[in-house]
């Protein structure tokens, strides 16, 4: 009896995931797409039917994915803009983003997956293999386009291409709505679909413990403080530090600390966090450490500025986007006995972030 249950279970569930994968439709009607300010015009354009999108998001109504595919074919004139898809979207302010860039065509960048926390994308910290790719565009013709989600990793496909392999999808395993924008130029969207697909639990990639490499992985993150706090302050006073809490705080496994993660929704005149690390030193010692940041820093260590910089976009060449990496350096004139570092961070938009790897750990420790 046992057994004749087991086969039974065994075959439902066979026959529910079947009746799960199969694709659905999406009609391009009014009646199912919530549309945020934008008013979609039905059209057929190269033989398809279509909406034409001149700026603005669409929203799948009564559409919840966490695994599956989305598909849908877009058309986008030769103009700098970044129409794309929101997927596992929470709100307006939380989803995964994965979208294209026209005026990038052929280039390492034409593509990108961006997490976006609180409002605030982050093309400036998740660059490069697994978060963009190349591809040469067709303009004002028909691209098929397809995402597959399973768990924490995802593909990016251009006309059955694979242009993107999403190592890490940084806003969790979570179901949520499936948006498609048109963003800085007209956009027109036909064949919309998804496939929902039933995938075990994932499990995340490990955080290695702190200093692990001379990577720094954990951090005390303030509040959220306007910049007007710190300007041309070259000593920290005790005034000053009552204006922030702190909380323990971990960096991604690669060590990239994703600082919209922990703000909240940013206003114009609060958009500076403070990520703070004690030094353990077994004697008096120059330490070097590496970093980097988006978009501006002030350093302090044991409470004197010792660095300030610029990594914003524009900010050294016509085409720098911002990106953080190990690219500047500091060289740490350490007490023996508790040492305090802290990166004071300002976001002006594309990506929120620090890291930091020590040279060697040797005489050290962090706290």
């Known amino acids: 009896m046992k057994k004749i249950c087991l086969v039974t279970a065994t075959f439902l569930l066979m026959v529910f995931c079947h009746l799960s994968a199969q694709p659905v439709k999406i009609p391009l009607t009014l009646d199912n797409w919530d549309t945020i ?24 109504k009564a559409v919840e994915l966490r695994d599956g595919t989305i598909e849908a074919d877009i058309s986008f004139p030769r103009k700098r803009s970044f129409p794309g898809f929101r997927v596992r ?24 997956y961006s997490p976006e926390f609180n409002g605030l994308g982050a093309f400036q910290l998740y660059y490069g293999e697994g978060y963009s790719g190349a591809f040469p565009y067709r303009f ?30 940084w806003t969790g395993w979570k179901a949520g709505k499936i948006a498609i924008i048109s963003a800085g130029a007209p956009l027109r969207v036909a064949n919309a679909q998804y496939t929902i697909k039933q995938m075990p639990a994932p499990t995340p990639t490990p955080v290695p413990p702190t200093g692990t490499g001379g990577v720094v992985t954990r951090w005390q993150v303030s509040n959220v403080v ?32 994703n600082l919209a ?15 703070k ?91």
């Open 226 to 257: 306007s910049e007007k706090l710190f300007e041309k302050k070259y000593q920290l006073t005790p005034d000053l530090k009552k204006k922030l809490t702190w909380n323990t705080q971990s960096s991604d496994p690669y060590g990239t600390i």
């Open 140 to 169: 004002n013709e028909w691209h098929h386009v397809k995402i597959d989600l399973h768990g924490l990793q995802a593909e990016f496909y251009i006309d059955d291409t694979l242009v993107i392999k999403v190592k890490e999808l």
């Open 37 to 60: 300010g934008v008013k979609p015009v039905t059209e057929t354009y190269l033989g398809k039917e279509c909406f034409l999108i001149p700026s603005g998001m669409i929203v799948a």
């Open 277 to 367: 690390l004690t030094i353990e030193s077994s004697s008096e010692q120059v330490k070097e450490l590496s970093f980097g940041f988006s978009d501006f820093i002030t350093v302090y260590l044991n409470d004197k500025a010792l660095y300030a910089g610029s990594d914003n976009f524009l900010s050294r060449d016509y085409r720098f986007l911002g990106t953080i990496g190990y690219f500047d350096k500091v060289f740490l004139p350490l007490k023996k006995g508790a040492n305090e570092l802290w990166f004071v961070v300002s976001e002006e938009f594309g990506g929120w972030g620090v890291k930091a790897k020590f040279e060697n750990m040797d005489g050290i420790s962090l706290k």
């Open 261 to 275: 993660r922990f703000s909240g929704v940013i206003s114009d005149s609060a958009r500076t966090m403070v990520t």
């Open 89 to 112: 979207m929470q709100d307006d302010t939380h989803f995964e983003n994965f979208y294209v860039r026209p005026h990038q065509s052929g280039n390492p960048d034409a593509s990108q």
